[in-house]
């Protein structure tokens, strides 16, 4: 979402950034944010990407110990959103390591979510390109979800633009409540679902 590897590095006491594109590596460091040397080509690679190697700045963390169960959270959650890319976790202080594949995609992640609670009904999954147009441009927008109710009292909605958990929601999240709202009002007036019961179902509902 456009900082990205500027605010590791700003964060960072030290960082080295080794980049292999069109057929050479290259490699750059930093210590707290300031370059420390020039990009340095280091010969000709058929290797493609880019490892960072950092360590959060002890001036700016009290701790500054990794969280591999964080990690691992952070790193289903990518596995899923993201089809076909695979992530390997490591940890090299004492060698565990677990791989995320993801298979499935959003629907297996809502299924995850939903394992330890009854399911009601199928899982509905919606997976489409949406065209449209703003300031004369054309574009398309990407939406996938996938919706499982279950005999929970507590609802769990997790939102992501371009891979970012939108923790607090957005426009994009009020629109789906607000359809699915009117979408099962509707459903529920013509089969008269609602009979003995004042009014229209609201969202929370």
């Not at 009002?185 to 089969?191: F, H, L, P, Q, R």
Request: charged residues 25%.
């Amino acid at each position: 979402h456009g900082v990205g590897v500027s605010v590791v590095n700003a964060l960072s006491d030290r960082l080295i950034l080794d980049i292999w594109r069109e057929g050479k590596a290259h490699t750059v460091r930093f210590e707290r944010g300031d370059p420390i040397t020039e990009v340095q080509l280091v010969g000709p690679s058929d290797r493609r990407g880019t490892r960072v190697h950092f360590h959060p700045d002890p001036l700016i963390f009290a701790t500054t110990e990794i969280d591999f169960e964080i990690l691992a959270n952070r790193f289903r959650e990518l596995s899923y959103l993201n089809s076909n890319v695979k992530l390997t976790l490591r940890d090299l202080r004492n060698g565990k390591e677990r791989i995320f594949d993801g298979e499935g995609g959003v629907p297996s992640f809502v299924k995850l979510l939903a394992q330890n609670k009854e399911p009601i009904g199928d899982l509905i999954e919606f997976n489409e390109d949406i065209a449209f147009e703003l300031d004369g441009n054309a574009s398309v927008l990407g939406v996938q979800i996938a919706l499982q109710w279950t005999d929970a009292y507590q609802e769990t909605i997790l939102c992501y633009t371009n891979n970012i958990a939108n923790r607090d929601g957005g426009t994009h999240l009020t629109g789906f409540r607000t359809a699915l709202t009117k979408v099962v009002n509707a459903y529920a007036g013509e089969s008269g679902a609602l009979k003995g019961h004042k009014g229209t179902l609201a969202g929370e509902e």
